[in-house]
């Protein structure tokens, strides 16, 4: 007798009768806790379920080449480290058992940057696309902020039933994320707040209170520094506010990193003016400066470190290859070097993490970090001689 269907991991790819057997067992019209506009956060809503090829899924927290699950970026605050704690168990079922169409699906939402990405259900695609799995069965979700998309993450973990239930620290991780990104205060009221709404009835008042307590104390800070590449440092942009050819200004963006050298991110410029921005009227190519994965040691002398040595190689490295690899190429009349996406938390007081930091305002026009630095090391020192 049949308990449960299940698809083998021989098949490959779902089917529109694995779909319907799953609305089934899961009817989002009376499924409690998922569906329902009232019992959603703020800014998201439940569209459909359907199947999905997984390529066209954003898993931010798999490594390419190895194609394994990594403890950072968009999963990073989701679980702290990177996988439930269950993991390995949920594989051996789904080895064992198969995909069991009686749970909850994988949840993915379209984000604000018009990309679809995972919400829940890591490990299980994990598990699918080694595989070789091409498709999967999705609820999909859409979601007009990344505060909402937090939640909802968080939401799914502790209704949905696979077995990896997320963990003290993976709210303490998750609330420490929000703080970062300014979407509560760290004060007790506002902490006690998210973490009713992303993990209800999931812990003891006593449980819940200590992880309040580890918040407020900054524990399992883990975003102190952030990493980029370009793909994720023009996400930031447009999270941001930062658009290209907003209300037709002419003004367009570009993100680069600073660890490389110079020319060749000033070929990286030329190219894209010639090639991705052909026909436009740029007024203006903006580029900002990301600093790739920092030094761990000392983060905030590594970011500032970066940015000054391609700050000061920019305008000689220009003009040394306008003119010999791009003749009539307009990239020294319209691109100028803007600013910089922030990366180290600890200079939140002075640079916000939600704001660029830009070069053509205050000290950082006419200095570098070193000689700004230089200069108030200077003046706490002759203070001490007042």
């Given at each position: ?8 991991l021989s098949a490959k790819c779902f089917t529109q009768e694995h779909l ?53 970026n968009q999963g990073a605050f989701i679980r702290k480290f990177g996988r ?109 707040a998210r973490v009713k709404e992303i993990a209800p009835n999931s812990f ?183």
């Amino acid at each position: 007798m049949i308990i449960t269907h299940a698809v083998p991991l021989s098949a490959k790819c779902f089917t529109q009768e694995h779909l319907d057997l799953s609305l089934k067992y899961i009817c989002p019209d009376v499924y409690p806790g998922l569906y329902a506009k009232s019992d959603l956060p703020k800014n998201i809503e439940f569209v459909k379920r359907k199947i999905m090829n997984i390529s066209d899924i954003v898993i931010d927290d798999v490594d390419d080449n190895a194609n394994k699950f990594a403890s950072h970026n968009q999963g990073a605050f989701i679980r702290k480290f990177g996988r439930g704690q269950f993991a390995d168990d949920v594989h051996a079922s789904i080895e064992e058992q198969g995909f069991k169409l009686c749970k909850v699906p994988i949840s993915v939402a379209y984000c604000p940057n018009k990309l679809v990405k995972i919400l829940d259900g890591r490990t299980r695609l994990e598990k699918l696309i080694k595989s070789g799995f091409t498709n999967v069965i999705v609820d999909y979700y859409k979601c007009d902020d990344y505060d909402s998309f937090s939640k909802m993450a968080q939401l799914h973990n502790s209704v949905s039933d696979p077995s990896s239930p997320h963990t003290k620290a993976d709210i303490v991780v998750n609330c420490n994320h929000a703080i970062d990104e300014g979407w509560i205060h760290r004060k007790y009221d506002d902490i006690l707040a998210r973490v009713k709404e992303i993990a209800p009835n999931s812990f003891s008042k006593q449980v819940v209170n200590k992880i309040i307590l580890n918040v407020l104390e900054g524990a399992g800070h883990t975003s102190g520094v952030h990493s980029f590449t370009d793909a994720k440092a023009t996400d930031w942009l447009k999270r941001n506010g930062y658009h290209d050819n907003e209300k037709g200004n002419g003004i367009y963006y570009k993100a680069i990193g600073c660890g490389s050298a110079v020319p060749a991110g000033i070929t990286g410029v030329a190219k894209y003016l010639q090639r991705d921005l052909v026909g436009c009227n740029v007024k203006e190519l903006r580029v900002v400066l990301h600093t790739d994965t920092l030094d761990g040691s000392c983060p905030e002398e590594s970011f500032k470190g970066k940015i000054d040595r391609f700050r000061a190689n920019w305008d000689r490295s220009l003009d040394e290859i306008k003119d010999t690899f791009f003749p009539g190429s307009k990239i020294s009349r319209v691109a100028r070097l803007y600013g910089a996406v922030p990366a180290v938390v600890a200079l939140a007081e002075v640079y916000a993490m939600d704001k660029l930091i830009a070069f053509h305002v205050g000290k950082l026009k006419d200095k570098l970090f070193s000689e700004i630095d230089a200069e108030n090391n200077l003046s706490r020192h002759l203070e001490t001689f007042e």
